[in-house]
């Protein structure tokens, strides 16, 4: 009982943090996503709704959040929505990736110095490091970054994937 009473507490301190209109969206999205029908979602499915409601975990993220479960509590451990929101309250607060530090992260790949890296080793690198991305992920990331000689202008591209 002790521990359903602390995440109470924390619920109703981050339902203040969050404006109230918010909290029923977030409570509808969770809502969503509860296949049983007792008012929870398993682990394996606490990034989506995350996602679905505007923020951008890493699979990463979300587990060290839920507390680096096992594979199998991944798929059979439920969550409840109060304690659901403080995770999305840690996941909103997570330092977000700047500018700089894209173009700092792209430019280490820049062998010229010109500005510009190789479309095929950005591809290569989007699908083997960090959140591997999926070949057609890429394509639609890519389209249209690549000029006549293959190469993409780094900064541009970190301005386009900070807009989409």
Known sequence: MAHGNAV???SIYFQKTFCCPSITDFKEAFGLFDRVGDNKVAFNQVADIMRALGQNPTNKDVKKILGDPSADDMANKRIDFDAFLPM????DAIQKGTYDDYVE????????GNGTVMGAEL???LSTLGEKMSEPEID????????ENGSVHYEDFVKHILSV
């Open 88 to 91: 999305l309250k840690t996941v």
């Open 123 to 125: 591809r290569i690198v």
């Open 105 to 112: 992260g792209l430019r280490v790949f820049d062998k010229e």
């Open 8 to 10: 109470a507490k924390v």
């Open 140 to 147: 639609s990331l890519m389209q249209g970054q690549e000029d």
